[in-house]
């Protein structure tokens, strides 16, 4: 039972460097988000899918990309990372069209931007 | 724009005592709420959940929370913290959108 699972748990990136932080899920859940987690902040939504095909922008988007091509993978890019992107990610997926259900988290991924 | 506040960063109880965390949220419509626990090193699991109907919320491990409109409050309880309590607690609202909105979060610490 993998649940949502994240790869890499811990990164070191250097100013300006690109790397895409992975997500799938096995439940078939069809809405599918990232959330980033700083001190002080909570979890701040940076991108979200309701399916397939559609993605849309949640409250700290710049700097970041995602495509859903499948149902099961989530991927979120950095094209140029920043220091300012120092966080800790997580992914996190519904049965619900929404959140409305239940999110189901991964474990995070540390990234550090130097 | 939809907010969360949680007052208190950081709470410590005794174990065997009573534990309230306080969430204050800013909707402008009927908020879904919810309350979401963090142990060290691991993603969010959901404690309870509000959408509509009874304004008193059971969840697991012996939590309850209480929806109050009036005062835009959505505070989570427990009778009596066990040392398996020691977590961060986020509260977390959204609507009628697919955009949740957490709060900062408040750190528990149980003593013994």
């Known amino acids: ?114 | 724009a939809q907010s969360v506040t949680q007052p208190d960063i950081h709470i410590t109880v005794s174990e065997g005592a009573s534990l309230e965390l306080r969430c204050n949220y800013s909707y402008g419509a009927t908020p879904y709420l919810f309350w979401y626990v963090q142990s060290p090193g691991q993603g969010l699991q959901l404690l309870l959940k509000y959408f509509s109907g009874d304004t008193l919320v059971q969840g697991i491990k012996g939590f309850e929370a209480e929806f109050k409109r009036s005062q835009s409050s959505f505070n989570l309880r427990k009778p009596s913290v066990h040392w398996s309590d020691a977590a961060e607690y986020f509260c977390a609202v959204g609507g009628n959108d697919y955009k949740l909105s957490f709060g900062a979060g408040t750190t528990v610490t149980v003593r013994a």
Request: with cysteine; net charge negative.
């Open chain 1, 1 to 114: 039972n993998a649940g949502v699972t994240q790869t890499p748990k811990f990164q070191v990136l250097k100013t300006g460097q690109s790397m895409t932080l992975q997500c799938a899920q096995d439940m078939n859940h069809e809405y599918m988000s990232w959330y980033r987690q700083d001190p002080g902040m909570g979890l701040r939504l940076i991108h979200y899918s309701v399916g397939a095909g559609i993605t849309d922008q949640g409250e700290v988007p710049n700097g970041y990309n995602v495509s859903r091509s499948t149902t099961e993978d989530f991927p979120l890019r950095l094209l140029s990372a920043a220091p300012s992107q120092t966080s800790v990610y997580f992914c996190a997926s519904s049965p619900s069209l929404g959140y409305t259900g239940e999110l189901f988290f991964g474990e995070g991924s540390r990234l550090t931007v130097l």
